[in-house]
T-cell receptor
Framework: KQEVTQIPAALSVPEGENLVLNCSFTDSAIYNLQWFRQDPGKGLTSLLLIQSSQREQTSGRLNASLDKSSGRSTLYIAASQPGDSATYLCAVYFTGNQFYFGTGTSLTVIP | DTGVSQNPRHKITKRGQNVTFRCDPISEHNRLYWYRQTLGQGPEFLTYFQNEAQLEKSRLLSDRFSAERPKGSFSTLEIQRTEQGDSAMYLC?????????????FGPGTRLTVL
C-alpha cells in the first residue's frame, strides 16, 4: 500500500526565515506530485505540480524538488511571511490511478 | 467564477438520513475527484470520474456511498443512512489530464455534521 508522509507535523518560524517542508512516499512509480496549501476550514489551493520526469519547479518564493529514486520531495519557502501561515499538503499521483495525500505540515510564521 | 464549486457548503443532518452533495468542476476539465477529510488529516481519495465513467473507487467508499456524473459535467455524492463517523469535509477536485499534467483544482468543500 502506498503511503505519503510529511515531516514535521508542525513548524513555527520567525518572519523572514527560509524553511523546508518534507514529503516522502513509499513507491517510486508516480505520475506526478502536487503541493497544496490549506487555510483553516477551507479547500486546497494548488501551489506547484512536479511531473515524474522533472526535478524541480519554482513559483515566486516557492521551490519544490522531486527525487523519485529516494521517494522524497521538498518544498522550500524563501523569506517567509505571516501570510504563509497555513497547512501545507503534498499529494502523490501513483501510477495505477492511486491518489494519496500526506497528513500535512502546519506552518506558523511569527511576525 | 470559473473555479470548482460545491453545494451546499455546510450540511447538518440526523443519523440515518440521506444526504446529497453537488460538485461543479471547471468547465473544460474532464476528470472529477471526490475526497473526504477529517480534522487533522490529509484528504482521503474516494472516487474519480473521467467524463461520465467512474474509473476508480476507494475501499473507503462503502455501499452507503454512491457517486454519479451523468452527463460528464457536474457530479453528485450521496450518502445513505448517515452515521456519525461520516462527519467530515467532503472535497471535490477537477483536472484536465493533458497539457496541465493532471493538476488538480479543489472546491471549497462541503462540511457534513451528523448528529
Amino acid at each position: 500500500k502506498q503511503e505519503v508522509t510529511q515531516i514535521p507535523a508542525a513548524l513555527s518560524v520567525p518572519e523572514g526565515e527560509n524553511l523546508v517542508l518534507n514529503c516522502s512516499f513509499t513507491d517510486s512509480a508516480i505520475y506526478n506530485l502536487q503541493w497544496f496549501r490549506q487555510d483553516p476550514g477551507k479547500g486546497l489551493t494548488s501551489l506547484l505540480l512536479i511531473q515524474s520526469s522533472q526535478r524541480e519547479q519554482t513559483s515566486g518564493r516557492l521551490n519544490a524538488s522531486l527525487d523519485k529514486s529516494s521517494g522524497r520531495s521538498t518544498l522550500y519557502i524563501a523569506a517567509s511571511q505571516p501570510g504563509d501561515s497555513a497547512t501545507y499538503l503534498c499529494a502523490v499521483y501513483f501510477t495505477g490511478n492511486q491518489f494519496y495525500f500526506g497528513t500535512g505540515t502546519s506552518l506558523t510564521v511569527i511576525p | 467564477d470559473t473555479g470548482v464549486s460545491q453545494n451546499p457548503r455546510h450540511k447538518i443532518t440526523k443519523r440515518g438520513q440521506n444526504v446529497t452533495f453537488r460538485c461543479d468542476p471547471i468547465s473544460e476539465h474532464n476528470r472529477l475527484y471526490w475526497y473526504r477529510q477529517t480534522l487533522g488529516q490529509g484528504p482521503e481519495f474516494l472516487t474519480y470520474f473521467q467524463n461520465e465513467a467512474q474509473l476508480e473507487k476507494s475501499r473507503l467508499l462503502s455501499d452507503r456511498f454512491s457517486a454519479e456524473r451523468p452527463k460528464g459535467s457536474f457530479s453528485t455524492l450521496e450518502i445513505q443512512r448517515t452515521e456519525q463517523g461520516d462527519s467530515a469535509m467532503y472535497l471535490c477536485a477537477s483536472s484536465f489530464p493533458f497539457g496541465s499534467y493532471n493538476e488538480q483544482f479543489f472546491g471549497p468543500g462541503t462540511r457534513l455534521t451528523v448528529l
